[in-house]
């Protein structure tokens, strides 16, 4: 019966082992072979344990330590495998997926997943990609905001109204002159000229609001992040002068806040709201709509109006 004892649980072991070293897969992690036994560590091991069996296998096992070629060639192929078990145990996500196989051996598509998803993905510093995104975006916001700034001023130069204005203010500064001059130039010549001209006065010297406005580098994203503190400073103090002049001291708005207000009421952003012509904002001064009582009144009849107008349609 002694012998029985003894047997049985020796055999189990083998075993046991054996159907364990069956389970591990060809091709990724350490193969067939055990990676914590190619360490000769415990899976309980921690991992200064196990880098500290890496450097003592490495030493051991260098092919510069070998003279002869046969030894040589036993080392380095040693070698590989401690390198290799060494690097999927001392990282903890790797060590993690490897520990996970072993305990869910059956689970074969889901470990050769894990395994070719860490290892085909490219290993780059997050803070560069953060880098390297924000830079295509504020150079993007910067080539389609002059794009869309010229395709503006173009357009602006063939509305007679803003063209017309952009002539009497070259006339009135003497930017266009019919003199002796230009009586010997050629007609084609003196239309480019005059586009020119308008093209520039409506740059320099009218103000295009909304969308279509001439860029800013503040509105470029990497600006937004730098002076992102200051921006938020800037609210907070806005908020408060707000609050002790408007709520606590019952202080009248000035034109610029009545403005504000009446954006807010028509839920519009600043650009949007700029593009309006000055008639229809002073309009919106001119019928006090910063006053809640008397913007729901306007907003019904214009709404009243706007299905009128459709219904006619």
């Known amino acids: 019966m002694l012998s029985v004892r003894v047997f049985y649980p020796t055999v189990y072991l083998v075993f ?3 159907f364990v070293n069956a389970q591990l897969l060809e091709g990724i992690y350490c193969g067939k072979e055990n990676c914590y036994e190619v360490l000769q560590v415990s899976r309980e091991a921690t991992k200064n344990e196990i880098s500290k069996n890496y450097r003592k296998l490495a030493r051991q096992y260098h092919p510069d330590l070998h003279r002869t070629a046969e030894a040589k060639e036993t080392a380095e192929e040693q070698f590989k495998k401690i390198a290799n078990a060494y690097e999927i145990l001392k990282d903890e996500e790797s060590r993690s997926d490897y520990d996970y196989m072993l305990d869910n051996p059956d689970e074969y598509y889901a470990h050769y997943y894990r395994y070719y998803r860490r290892r085909v993905a490219p290993k780059v510093d997050v803070r560069l990609v953060l880098i390297v995104t924000i830079s295509i975006i504020s150079a993007i916001q910067y080539y389609s905001g002059w794009q869309r700034y010229d395709t503006a001023i173009k357009y602006f130069a063939t ?4 063209r017309n204005k952009a ?6 500064d003497g ?3 019919v003199d002796k001059k230009a009586r010997g130039k050629d007609k084609r010549y003196i239309k480019e000229e005059t586009e020119c001209i308008i093209r520039k006065v409506i740059e320099d010297k009218m103000d295009i609001k909304g969308a279509y406005a001439k860029p800013k580098i503040t509105d470029l994203l990497w600006v937004q992040l730098v002076i ?6 800037k609210y907070i103090y806005w908020y408060l002068s707000w609050f002790w002049r408007h709520t606590l001291l019952k202080q009248p708005y000035d034109d610029e806040e009545k403005l504000y207000i009446i954006r807010k009421f028509l839920k519009m952003g600043q650009h949007q709201f ?7 904002i002073q309009e919106y001064l001119d019928k006090e709509l910063w ?4 913007f729901d009144d306007w907003f019904k009849k214009e709404e009243e109006n706007a299905k009128k107008i459709t219904s006619r349609k």
């Open 16 to 18: 046991f082992a054996n």
């Open 167 to 172: 002539l009497d203010i070259a006339k009135q």
């Open 175 to 177: 930017l266009l002159s």
């Open 228 to 233: 992102f503190p200051y921006t938020i400073i």
């Open 274 to 280: 700029d593009s309006q012509d000055e008639e229809k």
């Open 291 to 294: 006053i809640k009582e008397n």
């Open 159 to 162: 509305v007679p109204k803003y």
